[in-house]
């Protein structure tokens, strides 16, 4: 580790402000994948990380951030599509033999689980996603990427190929740094109960989407 704000790390980057603490082997449906844990030195958020291959700064690579979905990811509501997206992702970097996944500890856009449902409880009245949040005095959308983009730097990476819908993240990994050769869409058939959330998302949040 190289210090943290305003110190450089060798190749004249900003210093990081992770750490990788734990790796693992992990054998899932879709293949053998390796997982990474590091934590953030600036505040209590934590990341995980599935990696498959051999990372090169050279290789354009297959990247996902995706932002913790409890409902999604494990109970499978299909409120949203954050878990086959997410699902979908680990298959495309399985047929690649290549990619990065980071799992960030942002839920509900980053008010937290509890929040998260407090907001569905005014979206079972009517309000859209965004209507919630703000209703509940959070920002529309208070994720941040920058530590992301440091564990996509600390893991080798400079040319990535982003698996996301959300110009947002788009642009942060860029304005860190990385050179977004290539973006993905990552888009499957919507369900009755999500299509609401996502005609939101993309007409009010910009999200780069074709299926509503």
């Not at 190289?2 to 210093?15: F, L, S």
């Not at 973006?183 to 999200?207: C, N």
Request: hydrophobic share 40%; glycine share 8%.
């Amino acid at each position: 580790m190289d210090g943290i704000t305003g110190e450089k790390t060798n190749d004249g980057a900003p210093a990081l402000t992770v750490e990788r603490v734990a790796e693992a082997n992990l054998p899932t449906e879709f293949g053998l994948f390796r997982i990474l844990g590091y934590r953030s030195l600036t505040s209590e958020e934590e990341f995980v990380v599935l990696l498959k291959g051999v990372l090169t700064p050279q290789m354009p690579t297959l990247v996902r951030i995706h932002s913790q979905c409890l409902t999604g990811d494990v109970f499978h509501s299909i409120k949203c599509d954050c878990g086959p997206q997410l699902q979908r992702a680990m298959e495309k970097i399985a047929a690649a033999g290549l990619g990065v996944i980071i799992y960030q500890q942002q839920e509900g856009r980053g008010i937290g689980i509890l929040n998260k449902i407090r907001a569905y409880a005014l979206q079972d009245q009517g309000a859209d996603t965004i209507e919630a949040n703000l209703r509940l005095g959070f920002d529309v959308d208070a994720r941040d990427y920058k530590q992301c983009a440091e564990i996509l730097r600390e893991l080798g990476l400079r040319k990535i190929r982003l698996m996301s819908n959300n110009p947002h993240k788009l642009a942060a990994l860029c304005e860190a740094g990385l050179e977004v050769v290539e973006r993905i869409p990552i888009e499957l058939s919507p369900r009755a109960p999500s299509i609401g959330y996502l005609r939101t998302k993309k007409e009010k949040m910009g999200h780069l989407l074709s299926v509503v």
